[in-house]
């Protein structure tokens, strides 16, 4: 039976408050820089690769590969190459948040009706007008979509590399099942729950912004 009482569970964030801030920064810092890293290379990318179905195959099949690999063994891999901290962090939840982006730029793009692009070529735009006027708008909410899952994926990536010494919030939940003091491990995983809920609905209302 535990120990602790339900005022254990309130009275730790007081007691932690200044620490959790902190690490909750950290944690944001880090997933935000991630996802906006892979935003920059998966959406020109995942435009690029419309253009060839060869080339898109291969790129997709690369990422869908380093998505399947557990992320206990990408930390493992990691290390010899990047050592420990939060630039192995960094580049973990890169991976895991790239795929998503990708592919649903891949998707958003691929959809766009022949006859839209057609009307497009017949009223003069040139190709990259096309791209800023007629695919990237049609395209958005997938984008957005893949945007999204790569945000509140990447929260919870996240967590599991302070296994990998990148402190966020994950550190007191690895410290709390360390130390067997539940109240630091719930606070962690509240604290993740609640930064990954928000990003979802801030990023929904950007979506819908956008795509009104």
């Known amino acids: 039976m535990s120990r602790y009482t339900l005022m254990d569970y309130f009275s730790i964030y007081v007691?932690?408050?200044?620490?959790?801030?902190?690490e909750f920064l950290r944690h944001l810092a880090m997933t935000s820089f991630s996802v906006v890293l892979a935003l920059i290379i998966a959406v020109p990318l995942g435009i690029f690769i419309t253009r060839?179905?060869?080339v898109s195959n291969v790129v997709?099949?690369?990422?869908n590969v380093m998505q399947s690999i557990p992320c206990m063994a990408l930390l493992a891999m990691g290390i010899p190459f990047l050592g420990v901290g939060?630039?192995?962090?960094?580049?973990?939840?890169?991976?895991?948040?790239?795929?998503p982006i990708l592919k649903n730029t891949y998707t958003g793009i691929s959809r766009i009706s022949p006859v839209s692009l057609e009307v497009a070529r017949g009223i003069g735009l040139t190709r990259m007008q096309q791209l800023g006027r007629v695919e990237l708008p049609m395209a958005t909410p997938y984008i957005m979509s893949g945007i999204r899952i790569a945000?509140?994926?990447?929260?919870?990536?996240?967590?599991?590399?302070?296994?990998?010494?990148a402190n966020g919030l994950g550190w007191f939940i690895m410290l709390g099942m360390?130390?067997?003091?539940y109240p630091m491990t719930v606070m962690g995983a509240v604290a993740s729950a609640v930064m990954a809920l928000t990003l979802d609905y801030l990023l929904g209302r950007v979506e819908r912004a956008l795509t009104s």
């Open 60 to 63: 997709i099949g690369i990422a």
């Open 86 to 99: 939060e630039t192995l962090a960094i580049f973990m939840v890169f991976v895991y948040a790239f795929l």
């Open 15 to 22: 007691e932690e408050w200044d620490s959790l801030l902190e």
């Open 151 to 165: 945000a509140v994926g990447a929260v919870g990536t996240m967590t599991i590399a302070a296994f990998a010494g």
């Open 178 to 181: 360390n130390s067997l003091n």
């Open 52 to 54: 060839n179905k060869a």
